[in-house]
């Protein structure tokens, strides 16, 4: 079965210091990779999405993502993080064949103290 | 930019109201989503439509239906609105069924049914 995985409910940091958000999946053929945020009441907002090439990927508000492909892996990071991008993130997965269609992760909440 | 919009924020019904949500997106998008967000499940697809008057049941369809009459506009209803329907729904669109394609939010509706 094709899914996503986000280990982790909660990931707590300091502002100023780096970020990263883990994601793997299980996908049958090559992935293709998003990263979403939603902000409080707000719906999500694309961030970056990984489709071939670079295994960085850097997208909005300064958050890059790295795809590992023997990890199954696409960890989204951030070099310093704000107060303001505490918020909750999801990763998704465009399975090979479907029409168009996102599986998501069951999201993970990034909180940041100054 | 592309907007999606949905016609309410939030909505309180009753067990056994029918219930209509609507979403209208304004970039002639051939897709259109409806989603189900719960704490700890991520987003479930409910139905998609990849075409006027065409849909396709997502994972749990149980207890929904849509209905795709023009291009822009999308509409979720719940035949008869149950407690476990309780949820934020959020309807996303993307240019066509390509497997790369960026999904857009709206902003959600917060349904509670007493």
């Known amino acids: 079965a094709q899914s996503v995985a986000q280990p982790e409910d909660q990931v707590n940091v300091a502002e100023g210091n780096p970020l990263t958000v883990k994601c793997t999946y299980s996908v049958s053929g090559n992935p293709y990779l998003f990263w979403y945020v939603q902000y409080p009441n707000r719906g999500l907002q694309f961030l970056l999405k990984y489709i071939t090439g670079d295994n960085l990927v850097k997208g909005s508000y300064g958050f890059e993502a790295e795809f590992n492909k023997s990890q199954t892996s696409f960890h989204l990071k951030k070099p310093s993080a704000l107060v303001s991008d505490s918020a909750l993130y999801f990763c998704?997965?465009?399975?090979?064949?479907?029409?168009?269609?996102?599986?998501f992760g069951q999201g993970t909440t990034l909180q940041v103290k100054p | 930019d592309v907007k999606v919009t949905q016609s309410s924020r939030y909505l309180v019904k009753r067990t056994g109201e029918k219930v209509f949500l609507e979403c209208v997106q304004d970039m002639d998008h051939e897709n259109m989503f409806w989603y189900r967000q719960d704490p700890g499940l991520g987003l479930r697809l409910i139905y998609f439509?990849?075409?006027?008057?065409?849909?396709e049941k997502g994972d749990i369809p149980e207890g929904y239906s849509v209905s795709r009459e023009k291009k822009e506009r999308f509409s979720l209803i719940l035949e008869s609105a149950s407690t476990n329907q309780t949820s934020m729904y959020l309807c996303a669109s993307s240019p066509s069924g390509g497997v790369t394609d960026t999904q857009y939010f709206g902003p959600g509706t917060r349904l509670t049914v007493l």
């Open positions: 439509s990849y075409d006027v008057k065409m849909k």
């Open positions: 998704a997965v465009s399975p090979l064949g479907n029409t168009g269609k996102l599986i």
